[in-house]
């Protein structure tokens, strides 16, 4: 049996105001065969700016308030909501709040999103 920690996993801070811990998936703690799951934390007026991918996804809101726009829709969102995102559609998650927006995401099928590198490039291209 394999039990791990969240605090175990140090993340990524993102420029767009998130740390993205990568729980199971590629170079994760735990590598499943066929997903990836994530905890976010969203800082106050930070987000994950839109993007769509090829894997269909759950966003599920642990804590905080913020909106999803999803396919041109803007949705508020708290603790307890859950979204699920097909396949190539264009969303983003806006924390709202004074206080941190910690959710998980779950995708399939496995593999890492690009996304996360072009965010990460774009940064570096702006220093």
Request: charged share 20%.
């Amino acid at each position: 049996m394999s039990v791990f920690h969240l605090s175990d996993v140090p993340g990524t801070h993102f420029p767009a105001g998130r740390l993205t811990r990568v729980l199971a998936g590629p170079g994760a703690p735990a590598e499943p065969d066929h997903f990836v799951m994530g905890h976010v934390t969203i800082y106050p007026g930070g987000e994950v700016p839109g993007h769509a991918h090829s894997q269909e996804e759950v966003y599920f809101i642990i804590s905080g308030r913020g909106t999803i726009d999803l396919g041109g829709e803007r949705t508020p969102v708290e603790a307890g909501s859950y979204v699920a995102i097909p396949p190539m559609q264009e969303h983003a998650l806006r924390n709202t709040a004074k206080e941190d927006l910690v959710m998980l995401f779950c995708y399939a099928p496995k593999g890492i999103v690009d996304h996360w590198q072009k965010e990460l490039e774009s940064a570096e291209e702006e220093r």
